[in-house]
């Protein structure tokens, strides 16, 4: 229950805390006090208190990215779960998961490319885009094969970590998530794939192991909802539009 606290934006976590946890200490968490806390985290970071502001309501635009990194990741996760369990493979099932992608790119696009993080962006798309180059460029099957097993998971794992960043997540924690949607995965599904034959058993078990790339991206999207993402048709943080005075 301790580590509900964790939720809470790190402005808050400064203020409160220590409070908090030593409240915690002094008698057994209930269900209860977890829902509560939850709530209360959610409500921190939709209502920010900034000290000497005030409260400022996050524009709708700020919401969109999350809430499409939200839906690909529904997506995504319920196309591939679906695939691994059903009894026939066969079918067209297997659109959404492109539709989830289109959708993951599409949430990438945000101020933040040009904010601090414009050299770690610039690397990743630009990794991004030579993989996806060189697979489709490649005409010799052994090299293809070869540079698809590297290739993509740069790719996922690329955009993973872009938005990633895009929602304020530490490095510590985009590694992890990474680590836990991307590297583990591929670990565990290139020796399958190639130890075994293209079987159905061995495809419904390469399908059910990248649903955590869905569920880091549900993460993910929910993440940006609550704190709001600038998107890159508003304009720049700390500049204000001048009012226009009637004629």
């Not at 959610?42 to 700020?62: E, I, K, M």
């Not at 067209?92 to 414009?118: C, E, K, N, Q, T």
């Not at 061995?202 to 940006?224: F, K, T, V």
Request: aromatic fraction near 6%; glycine fraction near 12%; hydrophobic fraction near 55%.
């Amino acid at each position: 229950m301790r580590a509900l606290v964790r939720l809470y934006p790190r402005r808050w976590r400064d203020r409160y805390e220590s409070e908090i946890l030593a409240l915690l200490d002094e008698r057994p968490m209930s269900i209860a006090d977890g829902i509560d806390l939850v709530r209360g985290a959610l409500d921190a970071h939709l209502h920010p208190q900034v000290p000497g502001r005030a409260r400022t309501a996050q524009p709708l635009t700020h919401r969109i990215p999350g809430l499409v990194a939200l839906t690909a990741g529904l997506l995504w996760t319920w196309n591939l779960a679906y695939l691994a369990l059903r009894a026939d493979l066969a079918g067209d099932w297997g659109s959404l998961a492109g539709i989830a992608f289109v959708l993951m790119l599409l949430s990438l696009p945000g101020d933040y490319m040009a904010a601090g993080h414009g050299r770690r962006v610039a690397i990743g798309l630009g990794v991004i885009a030579a993989c996806f180059v060189g697979i489709a460029a490649i005409p010799a099957l052994p090299i293809k094969v070869v540079l698809a097993a590297i290739g993509y998971p740069l790719i996922f794992g690329g955009m993973l970590g872009l938005a990633a960043v895009r929602a304020g997540i530490g490095s510590r924690g985009r590694w992890r998530l990474i680590g836990l949607a991307i590297a583990l995965p591929v670990m565990i599904g290139i020796p399958v794939a190639i130890g075994v034959t293209a079987t159905s058993p061995s495809i419904r078990l390469l399908y059910a192991l990248i649903i955590p790339y869905g569920l880091a991206w549900l993460l993910i999207g929910l993440r940006m909802a609550i704190r709001g993402a600038p998107t890159i048709i508003d304009p720049p943080a700390g500049i204000v539009e001048p009012e226009v005075q009637p004629a």
